[in-house]
């Protein structure tokens, strides 16, 4: 009955957002950086807050610290959607927002070079996130993955966290996913929808790598993040602002220049990290795994440029 309550809610509130967006104009428009050519509804990913709170209101506050932060993060980048903050203040909230995160997961009990390696990684997860969100299906299809994978891993293999707040966050990307996940979206993640989901798996990893001492598992993660890195050191090596919007990725490659659908550039995603996810399920030696995944994530990126470049002179 609370999963069917849950969804009723999300559900409701994924709809009326709709409605909201739709009255108040909040649309994206396609700019360089884009890879989509219509008028947008933007924010629909602030079901991914709402779902996490529904979820403290009917099982209780158990992460207060981590919901302030969720809140404040998610707030800022809701008014980024609508109209365009400072980067100085939305850094700062950012900075903050973390803080309340590690404060609840006592990272601050930890030395000081932990918190610090912890809040570079988490900072690089938000904006990785933020920079992969550019077509339909993207975000929520793959930020399903990672959550199902953590499910299955919290289920199977170590408890660190409530399945509670992980059912609730299904229901939500299973929501978004239907109105997103499609030729034609009928709504965007928008800065709250990638931002805050984001900042909810960086707070279930932290837990699990805590939990288990094993940073390894960061590799739910890898293909984000070696397509980031790799795109950045990419820019640089092209002396290119890399603060300037671009269409550099490699899935706005595939989308934009080879004309592959946005959703079939999706699944390619969506499959290939729960292919590694499979691997570090059954894996024994999980740090070789995750040196071999990046290794081969960071060629297969480098041989795709060469050859796209070399055919697109």
Same mark, same amino acid.
């Given at each position: 009955m609370t999963y069917?309550?849950?969804f009723i809610l999300i559900l409701a509130t994924?709809?009326?957002?709709?409605?909201?967006?739709?009255?108040?104009?909040?649309?994206?428009k396609p700019n360089q950086r884009s890879s989509h050519t219509k008028v947008t509804?933007?924010?629909?990913?602030i079901v991914f807050y709402f779902s996490v709170l529904f979820y403290f209101l009917l099982q209780g506050f158990q992460y207060p610290w981590f919901l302030l932060g969720l809140t404040l993060i998610a707030g800022i980048s809701f008014a980024?959607?609508? &109209?365009?903050?400072?980067?100085?203040?939305?850094? !700062?909230?950012?900075?903050?927002?973390?803080?309340?995160?590690?404060?609840? !997961?006592?990272?601050?009990?930890l030395p000081w070079y932990f918190t610090l390696i912890a809040l570079i990684v988490s900072t690089g997860i938000l904006n990785a996130?933020?920079?992969?969100?550019g077509i339909n299906g993207l975000t929520g299809g793959y930020s399903l993955v990672? $959550?199902?994978? !953590?499910?299955?891993?919290?289920?199977?293999q170590v408890s660190f966290i409530d399945n509670n707040l992980l059912y609730a966050l299904m229901i939500a990307l299973l929501i978004f996913n239907f109105?997103?996940?499609?030729? &034609?979206?009928?709504?965007f993640a928008g800065d709250v929808g990638a931002i805050s989901i984001a900042f909810i798996i960086v707070f279930l990893l932290g837990t699990l790598i805590l939990k288990t001492n094993n940073f390894s598992y960061i590799v739910?993660?890898?293909?984000?993040? $070696?397509?980031?890195?790799?795109?950045?050191?990419?820019?640089?090596?092209?002396?290119?602002?890399?603060?300037?919007?671009?269409?550099?990725? !490699?899935?706005?490659?595939?989308a934009n220049e080879l004309k592959i659908p946005h959703v079939v550039v999706s699944g390619i995603y969506c499959l290939l990290q729960s292919l590694i996810v499979v691997g570090l399920v059954i894996t024994n030696n999980p740090y070789w795994y995750l040196s071999i995944v990046v290794l081969i994530l960071g060629v297969t990126y480098i041989l795709f440029m060469l050859k796209f470049y070399r055919l697109h002179k």
């Open positions: 069917l309550l849950q994924q709809l009326t957002y709709f409605r909201i967006a739709n009255h108040y104009n909040i649309i994206d509804l933007r924010g629909g990913g980024d959607d609508i &109209k365009p903050q400072s980067s100085k203040l939305r850094l !700062l909230i950012h900075f903050i927002a973390m803080a309340f995160m590690f404060y609840q !997961l006592g990272l601050f009990e996130y933020n920079f992969m969100d990672i $959550v199902g994978a !953590l499910w299955y891993i919290n289920t199977h109105f997103n996940f499609r030729k &034609k979206a009928n709504c739910l993660l890898a293909l984000y993040g $070696v397509d980031t890195v790799c795109t950045i050191v990419h820019r640089i090596a092209l002396k290119e602002n890399i603060f300037e919007a671009h269409r550099k990725h !490699l899935y706005q490659i595939m």
